[in-house]
């Protein structure tokens, strides 16, 4: 069963990882900052919540985020299998995780830490431009679209995230070495832990999930 966690610091190419694992094994892609995003362009209750803390780089409460995710994962479409991005965060969010998971009979599978320096992640970041319709990912110098401002794939309008800018991603950094980083050891106690190198490309890094995943 391929129920799994991916890690990973704000630029490691999680998102982009996950779109192309869910291409290749048809799992539901759960990504809070995705839904947290889609909550507020709506304008729901939740979306006023969370756009407090999401736009200067902050976390959302933590009980606002497990409730999100323990109804998420209780989906019929994630009985056979989903790719959690994004979530957990925080200690007390992963005990709540494996606790969640096991009294659904869901339990993770397997937690993939993509792992890459900071001056990349910071490089990554501050060039990042985003699809507002599709989610697709850009980047103003590495990953130009072909025509500025329109997405490849579904010609939307490309924006730049409001937590994309130095301040937020320093906030961001700083809390995903205090309260994210620790998860790791937690994971590698469990025997769940698998790490991959977030420097090489996104192709070459797919083809070492994917044969990873070939024997979950
Ligand atoms: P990135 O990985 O690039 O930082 P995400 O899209 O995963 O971005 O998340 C964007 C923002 O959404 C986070 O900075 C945070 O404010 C909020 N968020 C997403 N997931 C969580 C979570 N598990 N717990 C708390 N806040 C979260
Ligand atoms: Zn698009």
Partial sequence: MKNIVLMGPPGAGKGTQAKLIIAEHNLPHISTGDMFREAIKNQTPLGKIASQYINDGHLVPDDVTIGLVKERLS??????????????????????????????????????????????????????????????????????????????????????????????????????????????????????????DGTIGAEKLIQEINALLEGK
């Fill in 75 to 196: 989906m019929d479409d994630c009985a056979n299998g989903y790719i959690l991005d994004g979530f957990p965060r925080t200690l007390v969010q992963a005990e709540a995780l494996k606790k969640l998971t096991e009294e659904i009979n869901r339990p993770i599978t397997a937690v993939l830490n993509i792992d890459a320096p900071k001056d990349l992640l910071v490089e990554r970041i501050s060039g990042r431009r985003v699809c507002k319709t599709c989610g697709a990912p850009y980047h103003i110098v590495n990953r130009k679209p072909k025509v500025e401002g329109v997405c490849d794939n579904c010609g939307g309008e490309l924006y730049q995230r409001k937590d994309d800018n130095i301040d937020a991603l320093n906030t961001r950094l700083d809390i995903y070495n205090k309260d994210t980083a620790p998860i790791l050891d937690y994971y590698a106690k469990e025997g769940l832990l698998y790490t991959f």
